[in-house]
Nanobody, 124 residues
């Protein structure tokens, strides 16, 4: 089992940037991939980005491609989500999750452990 704690959320204006962090503990961090999801009020949790175990491969939702960057530091047991050019539609609670390889990275059900989430609010 892995414990995940997100941080870095906040209230920003459209066009601003934020960097989210997710600190992991428990299982060896470099042994699993990591993902970011988000959930807006009244909507389902949706995939944002995913990074491989060694950080060599990343995948993004079309809605964030070119604006968001996922990265990881295995020495610090931390995954990041750099969010640039934020839009009001990016407003959501953002979650990091551990991907143990049980299914498609695109679906939340494929992830085994989740953080508690951090709120990101983008004003227009």
């Amino acid at each position: 089992q892995v414990q995940l704690v997100e941080s870095g959320g906040g209230l920003v204006q459209a066009g601003d940037s934020l960097r989210l962090s997710c600190a992991a503990s428990g299982r060896t961090f470099s042994s699993y991939a990591m993902g970011w999801f988000r959930q807006a009020p009244g909507k389902e949790r949706e995939f944002v980005a995913r990074i491989s175990r060694n950080g060599g491969r990343a995948y993004y939702a079309d809605s964030v491609k070119g604006r968001f960057t996922i990265s990881r530091d295995n020495a610090k047991n931390t995954v990041y989500l750099q969010m640039n050019s934020l839009k009001p539609e990016d407003t959501a609670v953002y979650y990091c999750a551990a991907d143990y390889g049980s299914g498609s990275y695109y679906y939340a059900r494929s992830y085994g452990d989740w953080g508690q989430g951090t709120q990101v609010t983008v004003s227009s």
